[in-house]
């Protein structure tokens, strides 16, 4: 079973500048999140998706941050413009459902570096 | 609002001493209670969980978790540490079936050979 993908690994970019994060979830996972994990601290939600709804993105900064998951598969994370706090790894997660008696299956992420 | 304490951000053990790891959760209903390990470079993966089943919750790579509600304790243990067991390692807790997972900081595991 494939797990969860995530393009790119790394991104280096200059603070105001774009970027963006893709994500594929196991297949026939309903569920998906995307986390912000700084360095030192644990993961922290950033947005929850059921299908092609958001459940939850209640700590997504929208002034900047934004995210879409229009087929209720693939999922997109986009930054714009970034800051220099925003460098962390960005994981991406999923499950069969929100009933979290089941697993989250999480990607390798995605480390971004804001200079 | 859910969360859980991680005490030591760092734990160092010596190749086959026992592992301990500990976490409080602050929940105002009865909780489900993870713990996930994550190795370098990579993402985390479930290592137990606690459901309101057994409070003795076994998991994977011998590691076991005790869910104590008079002490809101949920610490991590492994009789002997292996070298392959560095890694990080954290608490997480969900107030209900629904409700995304909140992570502590984290603990970093070193094992000393």
Redesign the interface.
């Known amino acids: 079973e494939a797990g969860v993908a995530q393009s790119p690994r790394y991104k280096i970019i200059e603070k105001r500048q774009s970027v963006a994060f893709w994500c594929n979830p196991i297949s026939g996972h309903a569920t998906l999140y995307w986390y912000q994990q700084i360095l030192g601290q644990g993961p922290k939600l950033l947005i929850q998706f059921q299908n092609n709804g958001v459940v939850d993105d209640s700590q997504l900064p929208k002034d900047r941050f934004s995210a879409e998951r229009l087929k209720g598969v693939d999922s997109t994370l986009k930054i714009q413009p970034a800051k220099l706090e925003d460098s962390a790894v960005y994981l991406c997660a999923s499950s069969l459902s929100r009933a979290l008696t089941g697993e989250l299956f999480f990607g390798e992420g995605s480390r971004l570096t804001v200079l | 609002a859910q969360s859980v304490t991680q005490l030591g951000?760092h734990v160092s053990v010596s190749e086959g001493a026992l592992v301990l790891l500990r976490c409080n959760y602050s929940s105002s209903v009865p909780p489900?209670l993870f713990w996930y390990v994550q190795y370098p470079?990579?993402?985390?993966?479930?290592l137990l969980?606690y459901?309101s089943a057994a409070t003795l919750v076994k998991g994977i790579n011998g590691f076991e978790a005790e869910f104590k509600k008079s002490e809101t304790s949920f610490h991590l243990t492994k009789p002997s540490a292996h070298m392959s067991d560095a890694a990080e390692y954290?608490c997480?807790v969900?107030r209900?079936?629904?409700?995304?997972?909140?992570?502590?900081?984290?603990t970093r595991l070193s094992v000393i050979a």
């Open positions: 951000s489900y470079n990579q993402g985390l993966q479930l969980k459901t954290f997480a969900s209900s079936g629904n409700t995304p997972l909140v992570f502590g900081k984290g």
